[in-house]
């Protein structure tokens, strides 16, 4: 399920490097469907105020992650078990980072992400 999508980013976690894109089609449709429902209402702009003003959830988290894994070609099996191994019952913060990078990507693209990142 892999896209070349400007908003795909490559970043270590758990373990290894895995590929994370919400810009890719299927993950649009389901955001347009189901969305990523909190304050400020369930649209990845909504999501994104929540992390930027550290009000997010860990379903935030959890969605975030698990929607990307599959964007960036896993199997949603294989990004459940994932988020199961190394976002449940683990610390927040260190997962919420991963999620904001990759939910910021979405909307400013991965060159621009990773600029930011270094500054």
Known sequence: MSDTSDCARELEWSGGKHVFNLGHPWVRNVLSIR??????????????????????SLDDVALILELALVGGGLSRADAAKLIDRHVS????????????????????????????AVA
């Open 35 to 56: 969305g990523l429902p909190g304050q400020f209402g369930d649209t990845p702009a909504g999501c994104l105020k929540r992390f930027d003003e550290s009000v997010f």
């Open 89 to 116: 019952d683990q610390p927040v913060a260190p997962n919420a980072v991963i999620a904001f990078q990759v939910l910021a990507a979405l909307f400013i693209g991965k060159e621009q992400a990773n600029a930011d």
